[in-house]
């Protein structure tokens, strides 16, 4: 059914929205608004903090990656001289220093012996031969021999003995096996000479195999240090 108005203006009563109706509209508008504001945010929050960080550690990433390549080269070059200077203590511990051994040798020489058992000696020559520790067989009992022929300013077998016994008790020895009883032979005297007699002899010592030599050091540098 259609109702029609038939009062002039002025007398017509305006109609109006009910005001608890525009309330209820206004809270579910705005109660819409909230739901849809907090969605966005669950959307597209996280993700922009997630791709904030990820830009973060990408440009840490690339400060880092220098140096991390950096490290793992100066970690490789450790290495490598770690193994050449566990190397090279291995050479060093089983080869003698001969400096060192020829002048132990020159100072039992120059001490002459003690008290009226005082001895001369000098030497033609002297001769080093020492092995390559890397081509020695397996339980080798040698690393080489030290060789020369010598003399003795006195015709007495006994003082070539007392120098002998020297040689033993002196750091020489050390690195050596013992030798074997000296030998040699008594010169013609000859008055025109000084001296006018000599015992000529054969100095002759058999080294220790440089797993020996190397075991022997390991104490003494233990006790050094």
């Not at 290495?79 to 050449?84: K, T």
């Not at 020489?172 to 000084?194: C, H, M, V, W, Y």
């Amino acid at each position: 059914m259609i109702s029609i108005n038939l009062l002039p203006d002025e007398y017509r009563r305006a109609r109006r929205t009910p005001i608890r109706l525009m309330g209820a509209v206004a809270a579910g508008v705005t109660i819409n608004v909230s739901l849809l504001s907090f969605w966005i945010w669950n959307a597209f929050g996280p993700v922009a903090e997630a791709e904030s960080q990820l830009e973060v550690l990408e440009s840490d990433a690339s400060t880092l990656g220098p140096l991390v390549d950096f490290h793992k080269s100066l970690e490789k070059e450790k290495r490598l001289f770690e193994s050449r200077e566990g190397t090279l203590d291995e050479i060093v511990s089983q080869r003698i220093s001969w400096t060192e051994k020829i002048d132990q040798l020159v100072d039992v020489i120059n001490r002459g012996g003690d008290g009226d058992e005082r001895y001369l000696i000098w030497m033609d020559d002297l001769n080093v031969v020492q092995t390559d520790a890397t081509k020695l067989k397996k339980g080798a009992t040698s690393g080489g021999n030290l060789r020369a022929n010598a003399h003795s300013g006195d015709g007495d077998f006994g003082l070539v003995a007392n120098f002998f016994e020297d040689l033993q008790n002196s750091p020489f020895a050390e690195s050596f096996q013992e030798p074997a009883p000296p030998e040699g032979q008594r010169n013609t005297k000859d008055p025109d000479l000084i001296p006018a007699e000599v015992f000529s002899f054969t100095l002759d010592y058999e080294m220790e195999p440089p797993q020996t030599v190397a075991a022997a050091k390991k104490p003494a540098e233990k006790k050094e240090g």
